[in-house]
Protein backbone atom coordinates (compact mmCIF):
# COMPACT_ATOMS: atom_id res chain seq x y z
CA UNK A 1 0.00 0.00 0.00
CA UNK A 2 1.07 3.53 -0.48
CA UNK A 3 0.39 6.92 0.84
CA UNK A 4 0.88 10.36 -1.12
CA UNK A 5 1.91 12.59 2.15
CA UNK A 6 1.72 15.71 -0.49
CA UNK A 7 1.38 18.75 2.47
CA UNK A 8 -0.12 21.84 0.37
CA UNK A 9 2.60 24.15 3.17
CA UNK A 10 5.43 22.39 1.52
CA UNK A 11 4.10 23.36 -2.56
CA UNK A 12 2.84 27.08 -1.46
CA UNK A 13 -0.65 26.24 -2.62
CA UNK A 14 -1.62 25.52 1.30
CA UNK A 15 -4.80 28.55 0.74
CA UNK A 16 -5.72 26.63 -2.40
CA UNK A 17 -6.35 23.58 -0.12
CA UNK A 18 -8.00 25.40 3.24
CA UNK A 19 -11.09 23.35 4.42
CA UNK A 20 -10.66 20.03 2.38
CA UNK A 21 -10.44 17.48 5.09
CA UNK A 22 -7.22 15.63 6.24
CA UNK A 23 -8.63 12.44 7.07
CA UNK A 24 -7.12 9.47 4.88
CA UNK A 25 -9.26 8.20 2.03
CA UNK A 26 -8.27 5.30 -0.08
CA UNK A 27 -8.52 6.24 -3.81
CA UNK A 28 -10.95 4.79 -5.94
CA UNK A 29 -9.53 2.48 -8.88
CA UNK A 30 -11.14 4.74 -11.54
CA UNK A 31 -9.88 7.65 -9.65
CA UNK A 32 -6.71 6.14 -10.03
CA UNK A 33 -7.01 5.50 -13.78
CA UNK A 34 -7.45 9.26 -14.62
CA UNK A 35 -4.39 10.57 -12.33
CA UNK A 36 -2.65 7.99 -14.49
CA UNK A 37 -3.94 8.77 -17.49
CA UNK A 38 -2.73 12.39 -16.56
CA UNK A 39 0.52 11.64 -15.37
CA UNK A 40 0.79 9.11 -19.01
CA UNK A 41 -0.31 12.92 -21.30
CA UNK A 42 2.35 14.60 -18.78
CA UNK A 43 5.17 11.72 -20.16
CA UNK A 44 3.93 11.83 -23.80
CA UNK A 45 3.94 15.56 -23.96
CA UNK A 46 7.55 15.41 -22.77
CA UNK A 47 8.66 12.64 -24.99
CA UNK A 48 7.28 15.15 -27.95
CA UNK A 49 9.44 17.79 -26.42
CA UNK A 50 12.45 15.94 -26.07
CA UNK A 51 12.20 15.13 -29.98
CA UNK A 52 12.05 18.90 -30.41
CA UNK A 53 14.93 19.52 -28.70
CA UNK A 54 16.98 16.83 -29.77
CA UNK A 55 16.27 18.46 -33.64
CA UNK A 56 17.21 21.72 -32.46
CA UNK A 57 20.39 20.37 -31.45
CA UNK A 58 20.94 18.39 -34.56
CA UNK A 59 19.90 21.30 -36.35
CA UNK A 60 22.58 23.94 -34.51
CA UNK A 61 25.23 21.22 -34.26
CA UNK A 62 24.88 20.66 -38.34
CA UNK A 63 27.19 21.76 -40.75
CA UNK A 64 24.27 23.72 -42.59
CA UNK A 65 24.52 27.57 -42.44
CA UNK A 66 22.48 29.33 -39.94
CA UNK A 67 22.19 33.30 -39.98
CA UNK A 68 19.84 35.50 -37.44
CA UNK A 69 19.98 38.77 -35.94
CA UNK A 70 21.25 39.74 -32.50
CA UNK A 71 17.62 40.65 -31.78
CA UNK A 72 16.76 37.43 -32.96
CA UNK A 73 19.79 35.49 -31.00
CA UNK A 74 18.93 37.32 -27.48
CA UNK A 75 15.27 36.18 -28.03
CA UNK A 76 16.36 32.10 -28.65
CA UNK A 77 18.37 32.33 -25.90
CA UNK A 78 16.23 34.10 -23.60
CA UNK A 79 13.90 31.42 -25.07
CA UNK A 80 15.89 28.47 -24.16
CA UNK A 81 16.65 29.84 -20.72
CA UNK A 82 13.09 29.90 -20.10
CA UNK A 83 12.80 26.55 -21.29
CA UNK A 84 15.37 25.10 -18.94
CA UNK A 85 14.77 26.99 -15.84
CA UNK A 86 10.88 25.44 -15.99
CA UNK A 87 12.03 22.06 -16.87
CA UNK A 88 14.38 22.47 -13.62
CA UNK A 89 11.35 23.13 -11.57
CA UNK A 90 9.25 20.35 -13.24
CA UNK A 91 12.25 18.52 -12.47
CA UNK A 92 12.63 19.46 -8.47
CA UNK A 93 8.68 19.25 -8.27
CA UNK A 94 8.56 15.49 -9.64
CA UNK A 95 11.23 14.98 -7.65
CA UNK A 96 9.00 16.26 -4.32
CA UNK A 97 6.18 14.40 -5.77
CA UNK A 98 8.12 11.03 -6.07
CA UNK A 99 9.10 11.53 -2.43
CA UNK A 100 5.80 12.12 -0.91
CA UNK A 101 4.12 8.79 -2.88
CA UNK A 102 5.41 6.33 0.17
CA UNK A 103 5.09 3.16 0.30
CA UNK A 104 3.47 2.08 3.69
Avoid at 33 to 46: G, I, P, T, Y
Avoid at 71 to 84: V, Y
Avoid at 92 to 100: H, N, T, W
Wanted: glycine fraction near 2%.
Amino acid sequence: MYEIIADPKDYQIDQLINGTDNANIEMSREERQKWAQEVSNFSDRLNVFSRKAANIAALLSGKEKISATARSLKTFKIQLFKINDAMHQAQDLADRLEADLIKK
